[in-house]
């Protein structure tokens, strides 16, 4: 049961709320958010509820069966539109596409990659400065410098920055020039993480964990949501199986089952994917078809020279080409 | 390497080539097919492919590295399209339709499907009557019966049939009221089966196994292809993965991938892909953008009362809503 | 439910059950099997059991939840032994060995592995003479020729022989030649194979497919099992998994599992389960110390010439070395 | 390749060979443990070994072909003794037990396990105080304070104390009272919390990830071994794979395999292996058959109550019974 308090209930409302939930027994979690007070409350047993109904200062009482509270689409009907600022949206009705090399590496190439998005109206920008690697011995990204870089292109051209942050620590340094922070595949279960991005007001874009289930994906939103921050975005991008002939399996039929379950926006990043840089345009195109609201896309102006995936990063040339088949798709859908 | 041998060869020539092969110690497999006599080479060291050029009676010799020879993309740069026969193709560049039951049920329900069909210009119908089941206790297929019985209403209205096929002792049996015989996931190594489809003419479809490989897909076709028959289609239908939030994971990566490394048309099942009636009608339309050559979907006129596989049965009315959906985006692709 | 009818049960004492049972209104399946004959009955209503044990000719009735019935322990707490003839058990407290090559390749390697096995005080030869292959390319088997050349050498020296059919069609003519019938993770889920397996009196056991799943394993013996054949044997060769450091994973797990769940022996095949030559005798020990009732070892005298499976195959000086510490595994358990 | 220094290196040969090797233009990443000093060189090109072996103050030259370099078993060839103070050892010929309840509960609670490690002579107590959970709203640990009362009780009967650690801010805080840090399967490529953890001397003992790869642990281990700390214990532990008959899949291939590529002990977590509490010991006793270094137990006095994991912990008198049966089978290898 999720009961949503008014933005304006007195403080002896509130008091009288939970002596109330008190008295019943029942257990509560206090969740403040951007958006609202709500509390998160797990009775044990079956209550009238028209018993919490009487209280003061309650907006809505949501009755929410199922393991995922806040996340659930069982209490909020309207699906969240994430707003990243300047009118850029995720979860309204257009696709939403953030692309961009894997890794910063370069003024002129985030200078590049910026005029290959401004040319097909694209408002979001990814780019890693922060690489998890599993080899300790691989190009780990350029750091704060590479960020402080990467955000003064594209503030003055109006691009926002997605971009990945690997631990609690990092946070406040790159809050300054981040505007989603991508919590990667490998710490979908980094609790901490989770709990600290749950106390900033920025956007949070979840990659759905290497074998994550969509139960844990759920949770782990749940995760960052429980702890104040409402602006979350789910990402599918490939799970691992047994199939060695590409990357990923990207699995799809997440995307429906997705906005079944929770109210959030699902976006899919096809260059993981599958992870083969010539069959990324059909399964982006695929990802828009089964109802993504938006994509991260790999591109590069030279990925045969990017520092890392360049085996799955478009050319700008074929990121054109995507996004021109894209509007098409767009415009039956 | 295959050696294409002309239609109209001498016997002479063919006899000099294959003395020419033992001769140069190359271990050569014939494979007779409908369309052609193939010579399928595994030397085992270099040579110069010229000294095969030579020979009377050749129609062409090409290089095929890989494991996979007759199936494979590298000598049969043309798309393999499948003829059922009345002008029903498969592999061209509409998007075959293979619709109906899981399982066929009756008369009636046979009738009511082939109006749907013919309404939505479908030529193929689908529904078993050898019903591979996990447990003995379910119910599995009218067998023989159910099988004339859906020969004669589609037969009279033009519909073509795609019926499953469980051994290689039922095939004689079936062979004059099936149009393409479909090897289900659990016998997508049923070496025995493969290799008696094989010695027909008739178009076979093959179904990934349930943690098939793409790389043992193409050798289960493969077999088929070396016994003799090349009217073949690979078919996706989901995977078995660690979720289960769904039946399978459908897996649309194998798609392009299958395309890219075979010459033969690749359909998908997005019925069995994610099993849930609810969202089936975004996975075909993902499995369309994808690139796909046909799609097999299951459909009931009462999904809730059908004997096998209800939970992911379109009705009528949703099979409709897909076909429209699909007209369009056929448009723009 | 399971009616357990007495041997010497009268005709008309079995009619009177049939019609009690179709008066209850209690759809039964009978089973006559080697052992005895049962009724399977799948009540839709909770019903007084009492009624049914009022029916004379019965031996016993129980209770048995759940999906598997033949083959669950909820009915037959003992557990069954496998009487291959001559005093040579599977299931009871010895483990049983079963050691041989991959593919039948010579009288010499039967003559050599015969004498491995003897030295060791093993009864029961394994070796394929049809060898399901993922590529039509591969060696695939002596066939029957190769079968009745195993017998010879075998049955003089008092061996038993396990070896794998690939389908219906097979059986009568290996019958004279097996003492056990193996079928393979590939026809796992063959129902026509399994059906065709229920109706003969020779001992089957059955590879857990390539990711079959425990429930699946099990039903596929109740196939086995309902069709008339109780003598069966369970066998974990190893799963599909991401790893692949090996060629399966083996999941000893389902050993006490199985156990716990069916009445029938369990035996492992470490062979297949790790695929790594210098690795099988620690597999074999754990899969020993797990509580199989039987080991399937892959011999060969000179492993690195073995037609197939080379590399996961034991020398024979290797399986000395593995039969001395599973005595002195076999002291202590 | 590795370059190991010589203890007593002096500051002026340290920069001939640094000079040196910048002139062979071989890059190197130097790495200072508790045990040593060593260069690890990626060079580009082949160049002749000697070359390095003329430089003074060097105590040894590995080729390491492979992509780990410390934790291979290429170039240190005696296994890894972690010395958790007072006798207490891992990796010698002994099984080193570590057993203890899931979650840290109270202070009974700890004192009767110790109670129960004394009684069978097991020196190294598990418990958690910081709980990596699924959900939000599950049990999450005592923390800091649980902490603290578990090493006073097991210091001072001479019990190690071995917790999990969640993220890099905790390290310092937990540092004086545990005797290994764990990391969690969900921390597995947390690289972060591993190198932080590379700056301590304390034993550190990574978990395989929930569908980590071998090669994936031992890329996670070299993240601990660069940044400084050897003392690294590796933890199979059950892999998620699609079977659902137990909560993890034990993959003992896991133990010879890494024990062939690393020099590091490798120890087994049968609890979460399998998570069902009454196959637990067997799976341990396989465990110790296929050779582990070590066993982490879940124990409790009454499992039925404990906090978290109770479907899979041992009783007291389980346990007992486990150490019995442990000892035997010790005696024989």
Redesign the interface.
């Known amino acids: 049961m999720i009961i949503q308090l008014k933005k304006d209930i007195q403080q002896n409302q509130r008091l009288d709320l939970e002596q109330g939930l008190n008295q019943l027994n029942i257990e509560f979690?206090p969740v403040i958010t951007q958006m609202g007070t709500y509390f998160?409350c797990?009775p044990i047993q079956e209550f009238d509820i028209r018993k919490i109904g009487y209280f003061k200062g309650i907006s809505d009482v949501h009755r929410v069966t199922g393991?995922h509270?806040m996340v659930s689409s069982k209490w909020k009907l309207d699906r969240t539109i994430i707003d990243c600022g300047d009118g850029v949206l995720i979860g309204d009705n257009n696709l939403a596409m953030m692309a961009g090399p894997c890794s910063i590496e370069s003024e002129e190439q985030i200078n590049d990659t910026v005029e290959s998005l401004l040319k097909n109206g694209v408002r979001i920008m990814r780019g890693g400065v922060y690489k998890?690697?599993?080899?300790?011995?691989s190009f780990r990204g350029l750091g704060m410098e590479g960020l402080k870089m990467f955000y003064q292109a594209c503030n003055k051209n109006g691009i926002k920055i997605i971009t990945e942050v690997?631990?609690?620590?990092q946070i406040e340094e790159m809050m300054p020039y981040v505007d989603i922070f991508q919590v990667g595949a490998?710490?979908a279960?980094?609790?901490?993480?989770l709990?600290a991005l749950g106390e900033i007001d920025k956007p949070v874009l979840l990659k759905r964990?290497?074998?994550g289930?969509?139960?844990?994906l759920l949770?782990s939103a749940?995760?960052v949501f429980?702890?104040g921050n409402e602006k979350l975005i789910l990402c599918e991008r490939g799970?691992?199986?047994?199939?060695?002939?590409?990357r990923n399996?990207?699995?799809?039929?997440a995307?429906?089952?997705l906005k079944?379950k929770s109210h959030l926006p699902v976006v899919v990043d096809p260059s993981h994917?599958?992870g083969?840089r010539?069959?990324v345009i059909?399964?982006a195109?695929?990802?828009?078809?089964?109802?993504a609201d938006g994509l991260l896309i790999e591109t590069h102006k030279t990925p045969e020279k990017a520092a890392t995936d360049g085996q799955q990063t478009l050319s700008f040339k074929e990121f054109d080409e995507l996004m021109l088949k894209l509007k098409?798709?767009k415009?039956?859908f």
């Open positions: 979690y998160i797990t393991n509270k998890p690697r599993t080899s300790p011995y690997m631990e609690s620590a490998r710490n279960q980094n609790f901490n993480l709990e964990g290497i074998s289930t969509i139960d844990e949770y749940e995760y429980k702890s799970i691992r199986t047994f199939e060695s002939a590409y399996t990207l699995d799809l039929n995307v429906p089952i079944e994917g599958i083969i010539k069959h059909q399964m195109l695929a990802s828009a078809a089964v109802g098409k798709l415009e039956i």
